[in-house]
T-cell receptor
Framework: EAGVVQSPRYKIIEKKQPVAFWCNPI?????LYWYLQNLGQGPELLIR????????DSQLPKDRFSAERLKGVDSTLKIQPAELGDSAVYLC?????????????FGPGTRLLVL | AQSVTQPDIHITVSEGASLELRCNYS??????LFWYVQSPGQGLQLLLK??????LVQGIKGFEAEFKRSQSSFNLRKPSVHWSDAAEYFC????????????FGQGTTLQVKP
């Protein structure tokens, strides 16, 4: 069974440029999560989708970040414009459901460097 | 507010020695507790989880963890560490049965000496 797929794995951009990250969850997983992981820290939830609906986006900085999951399968996270402080690893995870006991399966992440 | 504390940022143990990684949480209700491992350049992999029942939980790769409600702790243990266990370990708490939101600790980096 294929795991969570993310692309690109690495991205280097200049500040004020836009950037997008793509995630394809495990087949059949209805719930998709985007996390931000700063260096030396644990992941922090940015947004959670249940199918195509964003059910928790309270931690997403909506002035510059946006996300979509149009068909309830793969998802895109966008930053426009990027700032130096956005340099981090962006992790995608998926789970069968959204209950607290569901295991979340993580992708390898996209490492973003903003210059 | 809910929080997870991993007091040890970095731990070094010799191969074959025992290991204990500490995790303390702050949460008003019965928590769902998880331990994940992250190898360099890899995503997080679940080692084990606790929801209810037996407070000693067995996981993959020979790891176990014990939930102690009185101490608000969920420490991870392994009796004999292998060089391949070198990685970063994250403790996390799930906030409720109705949401998959996890709060992660800042992680503990494990180094294994030959």
């Amino acid at each position: 069974e294929a795991g969570v797929v993310q692309s690109p794995r690495y991205k280097i951009i200049e500040k004020k440029q836009p950037v997008a990250f793509w995630c394809n969850p495990i087949s059949g997983h209805n719930t998709l999560y985007w996390y931000l992981q700063n260096l030396g820290q644990g992941p922090e939830l940015l947004i959670r989708y249940e199918n195509e609906e964003a059910v928790d986006d309270s931690q997403l900085p909506k002035d510059r970040f946006s996300a979509e999951r149009l068909k309830g399968v793969d998802s895109t996270l966008k930053i426009q414009p990027a700032e130096l402080g956005d340099s981090a690893v962006y992790l995608c995870a998926s789970s069968l459901g959204d209950r607290g006991l569901e295991t979340q399966y993580f992708g390898p992440g996209t490492r973003l460097l903003v210059l | 507010a809910q929080s997870v504390t991993q007091p040890d940022i970095h731990i070094t143990v010799s191969e074959g020695a025992s290991l204990e990684l500490r995790c303390n949480y702050s949460y008003g209700a019965t928590p769902y507790l998880f331990w994940y491992v992250q190898s360099p350049g890899q995503g997080l992999q679940l080692l084990l989880k606790y929801f209810s029942g037996d407070t000693l939980v067995q996981g993959i790769k020979g790891f176990e963890a014990e939930f102690k409600r009185s101490q608000s702790s969920f420490n991870l243990r392994k009796p004999s560490v292998h060089w391949s266990d070198a990685a970063e370990y994250f403790c996390a708490v799930g906030l409720s049965s109705n949401t998959g939101k996890l709060i992660f600790g800042q992680g503990t980096t494990l180094q294994v000496k030959p």
